[in-house]
C-alpha cells in the first residue's frame, strides 16, 4: 500500500497565460490506496432541454458541466472521489421536467443537481427535489427564491427586480419616462409593472403577446421604448412586427434576447436592439479567452454561447461546497451538500459568488449588449 499526501486547489480563471489554472481555496487530502485502486464515485446531476425548441441551452451547458468536472478529476477528484455527471433532458418541459428529477432521486450517488434553465420547468421541479433533499443550483433563472421557499434552490445570479431596476435606468438615461411592455408574463415581466413607480416611470401599455390586437395597442400608444420579457423566438417576431408597422422606438429585454434565436428570427429588425443580463458571452469576461480555448477541447471546436459560464461556474460552486461537506463529514451525501451551499464562495469568472440568505447571488455584476449591423452583439462595457 502506498500513502500519499496531495495538496488540491479549485479552479478559477486567475492567469490568462495558462488555461484554467489551479487557484484558490487549498484542501489538504490523505490518501492511502492500494495500486491500481479505483478512486469511489459521486454524481452530480443536469437537466437541461437537449431536444426541441431550447435545445441550443443544453449543448450551451453540457460542454461547461463537462469541462468543469474534467478539470476536477484531473487533479485527483474531490476529497478523494470522482465526480460523475447524470445528465438528463427534460425537454423545456415542466412534466418532463419533473419526470428527470425523479431519476436523479432514485440515484443515491447523486447528491446535488444543476438545473432546469427555464423559469417554468425550474419551478415545476422544486418540490421533486425538495423532496428527495437534493439541492439544486440554477444558472440561469429570475423568479425570486421566496416564491420558491424551503426549496434548496441556489441561484448563479440577481432576482428579476436586479434586471428590471437596470432596465429603468436605461429607460431614464435615453430620457423617456414611459416604456409600452409585451410581456408573456415571467418574472421579469411582473418586476417591471411592479416597480416603476419606484423609479418614478411607468410601463404603459402592457399586453400580452397572446392579445389579438396587442401591436395595434403599442402603435396607438406613441411609446418610443418597448420592453419586452417574451422567449427569443418570440422577442423576434414581435420586434419584426412592429418595425412592419412603421415603429422606429428602442427595443430593450433581458437574458431571453441573447438568444441566437432572437436575431435569427427578428433579422434586420433586431438591429439597434438591447438587452441586460448576468450571464455574458465568455469572450466579455477576464479570462474568457482560456476559456473559450478549454471549452472547445471538450465540445469539439463548438464555441459556447452565453449560458456556458454560469453552467461551468454552477458546477464549480457544487465543487465547492462538495469539497466541504467531505472535509466535514467524511464522505458526501445530499444533506451535507445542503448545509455546505449556503456558506459556500466561489472566485471565478463572474466574479466572486456568494449566496444571500434567499439563496441568490445579488451581487452579480449585469452586462449589456447592443444588436449591431448583420445581428452582431456588440458588448457595452
Known amino acids: 500500500m502506498r500513502c500519499a499526501v496531495v495538496r488540491c486547489r479549485s479552479f478559477a480563471m486567475r492567469n490568462p497565460c495558462r488555461i484554467l489554472r489551479i487557484a484558490s481555496c487549498a484542501l489538504l487530502l490523505t490518501a492511502c490506496q492500494f495500486p491500481g485502486t479505483v478512486r469511489p464515485t459521486v454524481k452530480i446531476g443536469l ?3 437537449f431536444e426541441g425548441r431550447y435545445r441550443y441551452i443544453g449543448y450551451d451547458t453540457i460542454y461547461a458541466v463537462r469541462l468543469a468536472l474534467r478539470e476536477a478529476n484531473a487533479v485527483g477528484g474531490v476529497g478523494g472521489y470522482s465526480v460523475e455527471l447524470a445528465a438528463y433532458d427534460d425537454g423545456a418541459d ?3 421536467a419533473v419526470e428527470q428529477a425523479r431519476k436523479l432521486a432514485v440515484d443515491p450517488a ?4 444543476i438545473g432546469h434553465f427555464r423559469e417554468e420547468t425550474t419551478g415545476a421541479v422544486l418540490d421533486a427535489y425538495a423532496e428527495a433533499g437534493i439541492p439544486l443550483v440554477s444558472p440561469a433563472v429570475l423568479t425570486p427564491v421566496p416564491d420558491w421557499s424551503d426549496a434548496g434552490l441556489y441561484r448563479v445570479g440577481p432576482t428579476a427586480e436586479v434586471v428590471g431596476s437596470a432596465l429603468f435606468n436605461r429607460l431614464g438615461e435615453l430620457g423617456q419616462h414611459r416604456a409600452a411592455l409585451v410581456t408573456a408574463g415571467g418574472p421579469l415581466g411582473e418586476a417591471l409593472q411592479r416597480d416603476a413607480q419606484a423609479y418614478g416611470q411607468r410601463t404603459q401599455p402592457v399586453v400580452s403577446p397572446e392579445d389579438a390586437d396587442w401591436l395595434e395597442t403599442v402603435i396607438a400608444s406613441r411609446a418610443g421604448v418597448v420592453f419586452c420579457d417574451a ?13 412592419a408597422a412603421g415603429w422606429d422606438g428602442v427595443f430593450l429585454g433581458g437574458p431571453e434576447l441573447a438568444a441566437a434565436d432572437f436575431r435569427a428570427v427578428a433579422g434586420r429588425a433586431a438591429k439597434g436592439a438591447a ?42 460552486v457544487l465543487l465547492e461546497a462538495l469539497e466541504q461537506d467531505i472535509a466535514a463529514h467524511g464522505r458526501p451525501s445530499r444533506k451535507g451538500m445542503m448545509e455546505a451551499l449556503p456558506d459556500t464562495g466561489r472566485d471565478g469568472l463572474l466574479g466572486t459568488i456568494t449566496f444571500g440568505a434567499a439563496g441568490d447571488w445579488g451581487a452579480a455584476p449585469l452586462y449589456w449588449y447592443y444588436v449591431g449591423t448583420e445581428g452582431i452583439l456588440e458588448y457595452v462595457p
Open 275 to 316: 438587452f441586460v443580463t448576468p450571464w455574458p458571452f465568455p469572450v466579455d469576461v477576464p479570462g474568457g479567452a482560456d476559456f473559450v480555448e478549454a471549452y472547445r477541447t471538450v465540445s469539439n471546436g463548438v464555441p459556447p454561447g452565453p449560458l456556458a459560464v454560469p453552467a461551468y461556474e454552477a458546477t464549480w
Open 47 to 49: 437537466v437541461a432541454p
Open 94 to 96: 415542466p412534466g418532463m
Open 231 to 243: 422567449d427569443p423566438v418570440t422577442a423576434g417576431e414581435i420586434v419584426s412586427a412592429l418595425q
Open 110 to 113: 447523486v447528491v446535488a443537481a
